[in-house]
């Protein structure tokens, strides 16, 4: 941690109606990724099953700083970010049941989605190739006019690609209206952070020219007030920042990774730092009572149930569509 | 290159490359080129020279020195509606964006429906002295690599005509043009719109002896050696590829249908290139219009060498194609 002292921070007053919010789309994240999880377990999901829980402050904080029309390159840890930019329960259920109605069809499965009329670009397992595409939505925005900003997610273990510095670089290089969020969960699969980098992932900002800043990633007040400001500048024509949040992976990599490397000592610091229960607390002592939050709990089981029921009855792709439409684009 | 009209007349390979991304730029304002020293100094090969000047810095962008980013960057403008034509210096350099281009060009339109309208011109093709990293012929690789299109030109006309078909195609689009032709090939050129889709293939001359089937580099010198051949007697015919993606299939098996016999020629290196492919095929689908084995002539397995008797003995010759043709018309 760069500043454990931020962990209980004298934030600024919360404004509980945003406060509510961000509870909201975290518990509808976790929920729906816990039933995600136990679908998985029960084989009715096929392939890996990767989940962000523990980091659900990122993306909420981060999505519900942009506005509609920014675009967001979302990664595997960042199920809040497709939810609150308008994708339902219902949309995700039917991605990962392969359904033929999903965003893709059953040709693209587990987290590897995104609804693109949304402006969420969708990802790939190799990471961080969404990096150099951000880098190309924002150019369009420079040459465009539109002050559009593109976020793009990655995590600790993508700092060490090549893609990501050209990307940083050349972001710099065009001051483009990108923001760069590392969510540094400490572990890339088994490798552990300092197997990964020396020093601090933020410091590369010096080197770059721009702009970052590297604050507690579970504290999605905090979390919130920087993207906002990032954002901004952004828009604003002062160039890309590079946003290190640190947080902490609490299921292994994917659902068959029962991340034994990880040390106990790590699991339950971290476990005690989750960003919902912080949340929570936050909240509790602003006067809200058990029963409202209580509320959004039972309202994302619900939500939740309901997603499964309907999608889980969709109609499944035939062979016939494996070649039916799309390798290429008609000509107009 | 003089114009006179829409006819340019004299024109090399090279100024027909330039004319199309002149004629693009100024019919559609969504196009965008982007490039390493594609701006200021007008190209390596200087390809874009004058495009700078007359159309200014946001349509003609100079960008730092890093592929996979520059690739990546046209994908992200082609998804948000733009037309960018990328360059790659070299074609070799195309390793770098490899995963850009097959990650995530290829497979966007099959996995979400999102199509990506980019070109990315690779000059490619030895026979300059280049070496190993400077000559290579890529175009293989990526014709195997489904959502991508391939598309290799082998007359000026076709460096134009060919390069606005890409243009207008909403899928990626590699765009091979043969470095050794930038300035040794000229004609006079039509300069007009984008007319008929990337897929068709062309009979450069009729014959009835023998198919040569070749695209791009091999095109002028298959030319030469139907003339040489045909000199004695037995007209050959020459068939132009255009693309090997999407490939004209029907276009060889007609040829085939007429001659019975073919050689396939490419510059790219044998083994598991684009001539196996038609001689599968063929032998699948043409087997009983055959009337001599499918023959193959393309640089050995080896890497593209630089010093003048390795490179000579590396690329195929108007020797080697020609001996090549004997056989199979003596077979």
Known sequence: MADSARLTPAAPALHSELGLEMHRWMVLSRVLEDRLFALWKQGRIRGRLLTGRGQEAIPTAAALAVNPDDFMCIMHRDMAAHLIRGTTAETVMLHYFGKATGPSGGRDGDIHFAEWERRNFPMVSHLPDSFPIALGLALTSLLRKDRAVTVAFCGEGSTSVGAWHETLNFASVFRCPNVFVVENNQYAYSTPADRQYRGRLVDRALGYGIRGECLDGNDVLAMHEAMVSAIARAREGEGPTLIEAMTMRMDGHAGHDDAAYVPDELKALWRARDPIERLELRLREEGATPALLERNWSAAREEVDAAVESAWGAPDPTPEDLLARGVFADPA | ?331
């Open chain 2, 1 to 331: 290159m003089r114009i006179v009209g829409t006819v340019a007349a004299d024109a090399t390979y090279l100024e027909a490359i330039r004319a199309a991304l002149w004629d693009e730029l100024e019919a559609d304002p969504r196009l965008v080129l982007l490039g390493e020293d594609i701006g200021v100094l007008g190209g390596a090969f200087r390809v874009t020279a004058g495009l700078l000047e007359r159309f200014g810095e946001e349509r003609v962008i100079d960008t730092p020195i890093a592929e996979a980013a520059l690739v990546g960057a046209g994908i992200g403008m082609a998804v948000r509606g733009l037309r960018p034509v990328v360059e790659l210096q070299f074609a070799d350099f195309i390793s770098c964006a490899y995963d850009q281009l097959v990650t995530e060009a290829a497979k966007l339109h099959y996995r979400f429906g999102i199509a990506v309208p980019m070109v990315v011109r690779c000059p490619s093709g030895g026979g300059l002295g280049a070496g190993p990293f400077h000559s290579q012929n890529p175009e293989g690789v990526f014709a195997h690599i489904p959502g991508l299109k391939v598309v290799c030109p082998g007359t000026v006309q076709d460096a134009y005509d060919l390069l606005r078909a890409s243009v207008a195609d909403p899928n990626p689009v590699l765009f091979f043009e043969h470095k050794a032709l930038y300035r040794s090939l000229r004609s006079d050129l039509l300069r007009r719109r984008a007319g008929e889709p990337l897929g068709r293939a062309a009979v450069r001359r009729a014959g009835s002896a023998l198919t040569l089937v070749t695209y791009g580099g091999m095109l002028p010198r298959c030319l030469e050696v139907a003339e040489r051949v045909s000199g004695a007697g037995d007209q050959l015919e020459v068939l132009d590829l255009r693309t090997l993606v999407p490939l004209d299939m029907e276009a060889v098996k007609a040829s085939v249908a007429k001659t019975g016999r073919v050689v396939i020629v490419h510059e790219d290196t044998l083994s598991s290139g684009l001539g196996a492919e038609i001689a599968a095929r063929l032998s699948a689908e043409s087997f009983f219009d055959l009337d001599a084995p499918v023959s193959r002539v393309a640089a050995p397995d080896a890497p593209a060498p630089a010093a003048a008797p390795l490179e000579e003995a590396y690329i195929p010759s108007v020797e080697r194609i020609e001996e090549a043709v004997w056989q199979t018309l003596r077979a």
